[in-house]
């Protein structure tokens, strides 16, 4: 059993210790210490790393009550080692396991619902329920949580004994077999916990729930909290601030700038596909009545747009046919009152690795190549036809 310093002292960062064994494994040498501030991963939090001498520790895992550190070096059994944890990334860790815990606390009070999944991630915290929570329950959750963080609630862990454990109503996600360890914070949380936690509320800084989806038969909630809601807040706020820069507004405005924008560009586009009509109109004027193939190319165009444009072909041409100009891609669309233009359309596909089909009287369909290619095939084709 290797002696587990984290759960005497949160914040110890740097301690001695003497090598137990050290064997070579495919993640490196695992190392055992007689006793260690390094915490394993285990209860949604994820291990500490740092270094045993100068030899970095990339993973802690813990195999019945004995921890492995697993790391770059070997060590002698017997060596006494100097080791130090990334206490910025566990005091990270701690601020976010100890504002899960109050969130989770105040989500549990209010709606009986169990914390049921926690994973901390690399970059977000995550707890799941196991029913359904509304966003003003998550909204009231958050700020009874944030109202804690105000008040510097003290947070003790302690050991019951089996008749004291009796009597407390505590949240679990499992059944323990031997001592349970419960984390209390006053009247907001009591709850079994393996992890490791600040002493006081106010140590977390803020909590912020982000995001909320369904998840199975409940919710899975992102959480931040402590630096990480800072580093986030941050984030959002430069690029809410850069966007209403760009947009001239206020970054509680953004959204109705955007809006706005929409609108205008909504608006514009009608603008744009009016004026193309009216072109096409003019094109087809010069298109002399019986041509057998007319084809007609245009820079970009919707399938709508070909299809309206082709229709007014073929009040002229006996064939009428609309390529529309997509750079790598050419969209395409045959049509015809008189003759079936689908074998046209598949000579088309055939040639050029094309896709599409359709009814006697229209074809539409897609051609992966440049518009010369695709011209140059149109006039093979149809040549005959055409003369
Ligand atoms: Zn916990």
Not at 118 to 138: Q, R
Request: glycine share 10%.
């Amino acid at each position: 059993m290797t002696q587990k310093l984290y759960y005497f002292d949160a914040y110890m960062s740097e301690f001695s210790a003497d090598v137990v064994s050290c064997q070579s494994t495919e993640k490196g040498f695992a190392v055992v210490l007689d006793k260690t501030a390094f915490y394993p991963e285990g209860g949604g939090q994820p291990a500490d790393t740092g270094f045993i001498n100068s030899a970095a520790v990339i993973d802690v895992q813990e195999v019945d009550g004995v921890i492995y550190h697993y790391c770059s070096e070997e060590f002698e059994p017997g060596e006494n080692v100097g080791c130090s944890i990334d206490f910025d990334r566990r005091f990270l860790n701690m601020q976010l396991h100890s504002g899960e815990h109050i969130l989770s606390g105040y989500i549990h009070q209010l709606t009986g619902f169990d914390n049921v999944g926690f994973h901390m991630g690399e970059s977000a915290v995550t707890v799941d329920f196991n029913g359904v929570v509304s966003p003003e329950i998550l909204s009231q959750a958050e700020r009874l949580a944030n109202e804690a963080i105000w008040n510097n609630l003290e947070i003790e862990t302690i050991y019951p004994s089996d008749e004291e454990l009796e009597s407390y109503d505590y949240r679990s996600k499992k059944e323990i077999d031997g001592q349970v360890r419960l984390v209390r914070i006053e009247d907001a949380d009591l709850c079994a916990c393996c992890g490791t936690h600040v002493h006081y509320t106010g140590e977390i800084g803020m909590i912020k729930a982000v995001a909320m989806q369904n998840y199975k038969s409940g919710v899975r909630i992102t959480l931040h909290a402590g630096a990480r809601a800072l580093e986030d807040y941050d984030a959002v706020n430069k690029s809410v601030r850069a966007a209403g820069a760009l947009l001239a507004a206020k970054p509680c405005e953004v959204p109705a700038g955007v809006e706005h924008l929409l609108e205008k560009i909504d608006a514009q586009k009608a603008v744009i596909t009016d004026l193309r009509l009216k072109l096409n109109a003019v094109k087809c004027e010069k298109i002399e009545q019986g041509t057998p193939y007319y084809l007609e190319v245009i820079s970009g165009g919707d399938v709508k747009e070909a299809q309206k444009l082709c229709d007014m072909i073929c009040e002229k041409a006996e064939v009428g046919a609309v390529f529309c100009d997509g750079g790598n891609e050419i969209k395409y669309c045959i049509a015809s009152r008189e003759k079936d233009v689908r074998p046209t359309g598949e000579a088309l596909n055939t040639a050029l690795e094309g896709r599409g089909g359709g009814r006697a009287e229209m074809v539409q369909g897609s051609l992966p190549c440049g518009i010369d290619r695709a011209v140059a095939v149109w006039e093979k084709i149809t040549a005959q036809a055409n003369g």
